[in-house]
């Protein structure tokens, strides 16, 4: 079974531009969550898609940050405009009703410069 | 909001040594608790699942609930130099796999 797939996995951009990630799930999960990752901290919950509706978006920054998840499979994150604070990883994980927790992809790593 | 907290360390354990992590909850509600490993540079890998108190063993894992004093545990057994990661405590909301992550414990198995 493939896991996540997550791209890029690095991006390196200058404040005030815009950055897009993309994730595709595994096959068969509806939930699909976007976690945000600071060095030395655990991953924080951005936004969590069931299907393609929102359930949780209560810690995203929606000023500058968006998401969606068109047709409930993959998944798109977007920052508009970037600031220094943004440089973190962004983890895409999803999960099912059928197992236990839910399951990461590698990763992207920002670097707001 | 859940609250979830560990120790940062590092952990510093001798191979072959138990390494023995805490983490405790705010959520008094909280039914189950997973334990991911993440290795430097790499994401978090989900390895024990626990949702009733006393003890699961995977392995060379064990886990430990305590609902009364809301602290769950990871034991290490026989801690191999591979075994050094981060290793994040979890809790999800009551139905679901939406997760609440503590900081996260650095452990290091020296030879």
């Known amino acids: 079974e493939a896991g996540v797939a997550q791209s890029p996995r690095y991006k390196i951009i200058e404040k005030r531009q815009s950055v897009a990630f993309w994730c595709n799930p595994i096959?068969?999960?509806?939930?699909l969550y976007w976690y945000q990752q600071i060095l030395g901290q655990g991953p924080k919950l951005l936004i969590q898609?069931?299907?393609?509706?929102?359930?949780?978006d209560s810690q995203l920054p929606k000023d500058r940050f968006s998401a969606e998840r068109l047709k409930g499979v993959d998944s798109t994150l977007k920052i508009q405009p970037a600031k220094l604070e943004d440089s973190a990883v962004y983890l895409c994980a999803s999960s099912s009703d059928r197992v236990r927790g839910a399951f990461f992809g590698q990763g992207t790593r920002l670097t707001v410069v | 909001q859940k609250e979830v907290e560990q120790n940062s360390g590092p952990l510093s354990v001798p191979e072959g040594a138990i390494a023995s992590l805490n983490c405790t909850y705010s959520?008094?509600?909280?039914?189950?608790f997973f334990w991911y490993r993440q290795y430097s540079g790499k994401s978090p890998e989900l390895i024990m699942f626990?949702?009733?108190?006393g003890d699961k063993e995977d392995g060379r894992f064990t886990a430990q609930l305590n609902k009364a004093s809301q602290y769950v545990s990871l034991l290490i057994r026989d801690s191999q130099p591979s075994d050094s990661a981060t290793y994040l405590c979890a809790v999800p909301e009551a139905a679901g796999n939406k997760l609440t992550f503590g900081g996260g414990t650095r452990v290091l198995v020296k030879p």
């Open positions: 626990i949702y009733s108190n």
């Open positions: 898609f069931q299907n393609n509706g929102v359930v949780d």
């Open positions: 959520d008094r509600g909280s039914q189950s």
């Open positions: 096959s068969g999960h509806a939930t």
